[in-house]
T-cell receptor, first 111, second 113 residues
Framework: DAGITQSPRHKVTETGTPVTLRCHQT?????MYWYRQDPGHGLRLIHY???????DKGEVSDGYSVSRSKTEDFLLTLESATSSQTSVYFC??????????FGQGTRLTVV | RKEVEQDPGPFNVPEGATVAFNCTYS??????FFWYRQDCRKEPKLLMS?????NEDGRFTAQLNRASQYISLLIRDSKLSDSATYLC??????????????WGLGTSLAVNP
């Protein structure tokens, strides 16, 4: 399995607090992605990155920001968490033209 | 029209049955295709890539039809352990030399004893 890890694996936070999720990969993959997955919606792309400091918005980017200062790390920040951001978050990474590898997911609950 | 579409199912089949899933995509410039498997509350994992000539991996066969813009997954001799959600993924051009992964919503399979 590709070396991609997410932290934390579980988090409960209060509405209005900032939250940062970390994705770390050891494969030197160029592309990295943050998804959220909710029942009935499948995987929805939040933000993605083509390389260091090169990011773009996905289909559900409102309320989220990302940073990629190093190839191996892709951070997802919820500036002010809301209950609608309760979800399972998956990070993925890939090389050009190959399949994507996923982290094990982060279960975030906003109360 | 969605960029990638799958029948959500659920498909309920008995052990030993053959089952097939299709996935259609809208961008004719799409270049690579994959089937992933996702178990409940777990991350998606690659099942197989889909090659232009079709490819087989044990009980699983994947095919690509570029003219009609769909890919398929055939599972023969279904096992209880095949119960999962199967996700279709298409790698599509997205501005310049960049590519974007487009995911289907998944097809749910339940194999029954």
């Amino acid at each position: 399995d590709a070396g991609i890890t997410q932290s934390p694996r579980h988090k409960v936070t209060e509405t209005g607090t900032p939250v940062t999720l970390r994705c770390h990969q050891t494969e030197n993959h160029r592309y990295m992605y943050w998804y959220r997955q909710d029942p009935g919606h499948g995987l929805r792309l939040i933000h993605y990155s083509y390389g260091v400091k090169d990011t773009d918005k996905g289909e559900v980017s409102d309320g989220y920001s990302v940073s990629r200062s190093k190839t191996e790390d892709f951070l997802l920040t919820l500036e002010s968490a809301t209950s609608s951001q309760t979800s399972v978050y998956f990070c993925a990474s890939k090389r050009e033209g190959t399949e994507a590898f996923f982290g094990q997911g982060t279960r975030l609950t906003v109360v | 029209r969605k960029e990638v579409e799958q029948d959500p199912g659920p498909f309920n089949v008995p052990e030993g049955a053959t089952v097939a899933f299709n996935c259609t995509y809208s961008n004719s410039a799409s270049q690579s295709f994959f089937w992933y498997r996702q178990d409940c509350r777990k991350e998606p994992k690659l099942l197989m890539s889909v090659y232009s000539s079709g490819n087989e991996d044990g009980r699983f066969t994947a095919q690509l039809n570029r003219a009609s813009q769909y890919i398929s997954l055939l599972i023969r001799d279904s096992k209880l352990s095949d119960s999962a959600t199967y996700l279709c993924v298409v790698n599509t051009p997205h501005g310049g030399n960049n590519r974007k992964l487009i995911w289907g919503l998944g097809t749910s399979l339940a194999v029954n004893p």
